[in-house]
């Protein structure tokens, strides 16, 4: 049973005494887990904190959240006590707009109450510019059946068997749902310009990403802007270019 030093981040993950804490936001339907092989992956230096959102795994009885800037909010006041050591943010597709929001907040905090309290730099990943309007339809409120094949269509790796597994609908489909709606509804506000280093990443045959969406994350910071390619298409992350990846951030944070 996972123990949680509050509702966003379990105890384990929380060392005493760390050199670099990089907090982890998951893709639309995912959840912590997929940022547990990391650990092993990444230098001992930096410890991998994945965020618990609620709605899924052990907050699974909570309603999901579907307002970006509001459960980002809730996220910054429970993490706080947390930033106290040298950290990042990584988010992937609907993780990296969390992501931007929590280093925006942060920033916007940082100008009402002088507190320097900034990532070392925010990587996002698998999305364009969080200040870009979406060019594609809408999909949270489609019928099961299109809204699967509507996933697989333009992001790839939606399990076959989603729909034809009642169970599996009934507990996975609600989530992405909601994730999806979250992603749809967001409209990018006024922030304070970030001042942090940004890396955007995507997948070579991710087509859900152009070049230029990835370039605009540049124009969100004052700091370092870099993106980079890796081999695999959407979920590169968790496939064939992960282990790319993480050598990149961990030669940045390094």
């Not at 981040?9 to 907090?23: E, H, N, V």
């Not at 795994?57 to 040298?86: H, N």
């Not at 994350?217 to 298409?233: A, E, I, K, V």
Request: aromatic share 10%; with cysteine.
């Amino acid at each position: 049973m996972v123990r949680f030093a509050n509702g966003w981040l379990a105890q384990r993950d929380i060392r005493a005494g760390a050199s670099t804490r990089l907090f982890c936001l998951p893709h639309a339907g995912s959840g912590s887990a997929a940022f547990y092989r990391w650990k092993r992956e990444l230098p001992p230096g930096i410890d991998v904190c994945p965020v618990l959102l609620p709605g899924r795994e052990g907050r699974l009885r909570e309603l999901s959240l579907i307002d970006a800037v509001a459960l980002v909010g809730e996220l910054l006041a429970a993490t706080r006590p947390y930033l106290d050591v040298p950290f990042a943010i990584f988010g992937h597709s609907k993780g990296s707009l969390l992501a931007y929001e929590w280093a925006a907040q942060l920033a916007e905090a940082q100008f009402a109450d002088a507190q320097r309290t900034a990532p070392a730099c925010l990587f996002v990943s698998g999305r364009e510019a969080a200040h870009l309007p979406l060019t594609h339809p809408d999909l949270h409120g489609l019928g099961d059946q299109a809204f699967v094949e509507e996933l697989q269509r333009r992001y790839g790796g939606t399990p076959d068997n989603l729909l034809a597994d009642a169970e599996l609908r009934e507990v996975f489909l609600p989530i992405l749902r909601a994730d999806l709606n979250l992603v749809e509804t967001y409209r990018h506000g006024p922030q304070t310009m970030l001042e942090c280093p940004i890396m955007a990443f995507a997948g070579k045959q991710d087509d859900s990403v152009s070049d230029a969406g990835l370039e605009a994350w540049g124009s969100l910071t004052t700091g370092q802007f870099t993106t980079r390619r890796f081999t695999g298409d959407h979920f590169y992350s968790t496939g064939e270019g992960q282990r790319e990846l993480l050598e990149v951030i961990a030669r940045r944070l390094g």
